[in-house]
């Protein structure tokens, strides 16, 4: 086993899994095991609002259904507030972080856009104005610009300050933002590659510059295409996308091969769970993997 390898598999509990989060799990899992390395399972239930109920249960259970057996114990980001206050404090003590009182349509009114939204446009960097109270906790961007190497989609590059803005680390609402909350995660998970959708490509500068910020370890990114509808829409909840049959896997995951560039053997169709797992971790290429994006779902496989 490389030692030197770890990834994993964060998966929202916003609903069931479906072909777009299986193609993630698949690619991570294969990257991980192909080069001898651990697969961990964290579930990322930082949002009360959007997580639904029994989805996580259902999500592991679909999991294992498909064969993919994690190694240790599932952390849940819900028990780990604790971690993310204490990665907030370093930062405030770096002086990078600071209060904002600003509304959301107060920033949409006076923000340009962005690669993902408005660009918050630094209002409270020096200061709340007299009579406005803290909503949110912001980093300091100014100057910021992240470069870095995806195995997949190249050299990406960001100006932080004038592409994304100052972004939120603890909501309005009394949640720690994604971002800080999975660069804490990574970091202590010893987490050394990550494997994901390339929805959250402009979510990596971010991550790395939090990093650098507090003294982690840089990690290596992978992201794949995500997986669009006929519509090309992002399979989602939101999109109804239909959820993996955990008493029939082994179409899906061939569908997922197909999608991921591996070209699986006809005879797959009829083979064991384990026959299926053999030959994909031996033949596993990353660098078959579609350079793009998004892509298309193949048509649905028929195992007769």
């Not at 001898?36 to 249960?57: C, K, M, N, Q, Y």
């Not at 592409?163 to 720690?176: K, M, S, T, W």
Request: hydrophobic fraction near 40%; charged fraction near 25%.
């Amino acid at each position: 086993m490389n030692s030197n390898y770890r990834g994993r598999f964060a998966p929202s509990p916003t609903g069931p899994l479906h072909f777009g989060s299986l193609v993630a799990a698949v690619a991570s899992y294969l990257e991980a095991r192909h080069r001898g390395g651990e697969w961990l399972v964290r579930i990322e239930d930082l949002d009360p609002p959007r997580v639904v109920a029994g989805a996580t249960d259902d999500i592991l259970r679909t999991l294992e259904a498909c064969g993919m057996h994690w190694d240790g114990a599932v952390i849940y980001q819900s028990a780990r507030h604790d971690a993310y206050h204490a990665a907030l404090h370093r930062l405030r003590e770096r002086g990078v972080v600071y209060p904002c009182a600003c509304t959301r349509r107060e920033i949409a009114d006076s923000a340009l856009a962005g690669v993902e939204g408005p660009v918050y446009p630094g209002t409270c960097r020096n200061g709340i104005a007299e009579g406005r109270t803290a909503r949110a906790q912001r980093i300091d961007t100014r100057g910021a610009r992240v470069v870095f190497e995806d195995t997949l989609q190249g050299k990406v590059g960001r100006n932080l300050e004038t592409e994304i803005g100052d972004f939120v680390l603890y909501r309005a609402d009394q949640v720690f933002a994604y971002q800080l909350a999975v660069v804490v995660d990574d970091a202590e998970q010893g987490i050394s590659d990550v494997v994901r959708g390339a929805d959250l490509l402009d979510s990596t500068p971010r991550q790395i510059y939090l990093q650098q910020l507090l003294e982690l370890p840089p990690l290596r990114y992978t992201h794949i295409a995500v997986a669009v509808d006929t519509a090309g829409e992002k399979l989602s909840k939101q999109t109804l996308a239909a959820a993996i049959d955990a008493e029939r896997p082994l179409p899906e995951l061939i569908r997922a091969l197909h999608f991921l560039g591996q070209d699986p053997p006809r005879n797959l169709a009829a083979a064991s769970m384990r026959e299926l797992w053999q030959w994909a971790i031996s033949e596993w290429r990353i660098e078959r993997v579609p350079r793009v994006r998004q892509l298309r779902i193949p048509p649905a496989t028929q195992t007769g």
